[in-house]
């Protein structure tokens, strides 16, 4: 390939994140007419029916750029968890949050990211794009997290430490306390980045998130997404929850209008709908648990989540691998996520459906299994 413009190192070795299949992909791939996607761990209810309205009544606004700032969303969000919007700094998925804060905390060549193995994909994409060391520590084999040897790690170049509670793709979510002694034993030059991005699905936010805690520590990020529980996934949307210096240097720095004013008025319109969310968490806890117990009725290794997606492994005795038992899931038009980039190949992830969905995926789970 010749070319002309010269492309950065880090660009030519970058390896892409990999996102889940698409139902109309796998639709057309196998000629199926029925398809269920249980791969990106998307609300199962769909859209709120409430945010479905207030986008049908602002579509004749789409030609306007959204107001700088996302001052309405920002101040829905804040109000939200009762925090001063001086710390909200709302982004194009919470994937752009982490992508600014590596840009704006940590310089190639002479700082360091911390976090675990395997780890959310865009913590190693971002990192790797701005030509920053990411390293990485293995979770224990039973996915829980190995505090002491990520806190062994950190050296004067570390200035951030991304946690991913509860964790994707196992569902792990550790006590809070565990949180506040790594919090506690941080150098204060080093920001710890805790994504919640599935926090709500938790049985017991209270004792497991930081987020009540924020004010007890000078240092600490969270990260939150509205494309998990408040179905937003396709709007792009999430937010930083920042110290107020980082949130502000962010303002700055961002692309001035990267969250769009559809996706802000979704986003106020989201936060406002309760009936949706709490239905969304009761769906999710019920149907985590039908699944768990169906996985396991089949002799599947299921791994306790917190989250809206289980990761469990096949029975011992099962002769097929886990690439063979996800292509022919796929060809049944059941779409679930390999954990291949994850290093996990020997896993599958599987999202919660609705009550009908996760049955169909038991049944087709356990036709292939028996063939
Ligand atoms: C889904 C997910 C996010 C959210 O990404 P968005 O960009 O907000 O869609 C963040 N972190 C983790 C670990 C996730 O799995």
Request: glycine share 8%.
């Amino acid at each position: 390939m010749t070319c002309i413009a010269s492309i950065r190192p880090e660009v030519a070795a970058f390896t892409p994140y990999v996102p889940g299949l698409g139902a109309d992909e796998v639709r057309n791939r196998f000629g199926l007419s029925q398809v269920i996607k249980l791969a990106s761990n998307e609300n199962p209810l769909g859209t709120s029916p409430l945010v479905q309205q207030v986008l049908r009544s602002r579509a004749d606004t789409a030609f306007r750029y959204p107001a700088p700032g996302n001052p309405e969303l920002t101040r829905a969000i804040a109000g939200h968890h009762g925090l001063n919007p001086a710390r909200i700094v709302p982004g194009n998925g919470s994937d752009e949050i982490i992508d600014l804060l590596v840009r704006m905390l940590a310089v190639p060549g002479r700082h360091e990211a911390l976090t675990f193995s395997p780890c959310f994909g865009i913590y190693s994409t971002q990192t790797a794009l701005c030509g920053v060391t990411l390293r990485q520590t293995p979770l224990n084999p039973d996915f829980s997290f190995p505090w002491d040897s990520l806190l062994a790690m950190v050296n004067e170049q570390t200035t951030l430490v991304f946690v991913t509670t509860p964790d994707n793709p196992s569902g792990f979510c550790p006590p809070v306390g565990d949180l506040v002694r790594l919090a506690e034993a941080l150098p204060p030059a080093c920001l710890l980045v805790v994504d919640e991005a599935y926090m709500d699905f938790c049985d017991d936010e209270a004792a497991h998130s930081l987020l009540p805690r924020l004010d007890e520590f000078p240092n600490i990020a969270i990260l939150r997404t509205f494309s998990k529980s408040r179905g937003l996934a396709g709007l792009r949307l999430g937010y930083g929850i920042l110290p107020e210096i980082v949130a502000e240097y962010m303002r700055r720095v961002r692309l001035p209008f990267s969250v769009n004013a559809l996706a802000e008025a979704a986003g106020v319109a989201a936060l406002r709908d309760d009936v949706f969310y709490r239905e969304t968490l009761r769906v999710v806890r019920e149907g985590r648990e039908q699944l768990a117990q169906g996985l396991r009725a089949l002799g599947c290794t299921v791994y306790p989540s917190m989250a809206n997606f289980l990761m469990f492994g096949l029975p011992a005795s099962c002769p097929a691998t886990m690439a063979n038992v996800y292509t022919d899931l796929l060809a049944r038009g059941v779409i679930t996520r390999p954990l291949t980039s994850y290093n996990l190949p020997h896993l599958l992830r599987v999202s919660v459906g609705l009550p009908e969905e996760n049955t169909f995926f038991l049944q087709v789970l356990g036709e292939v299994l028996a063939a």
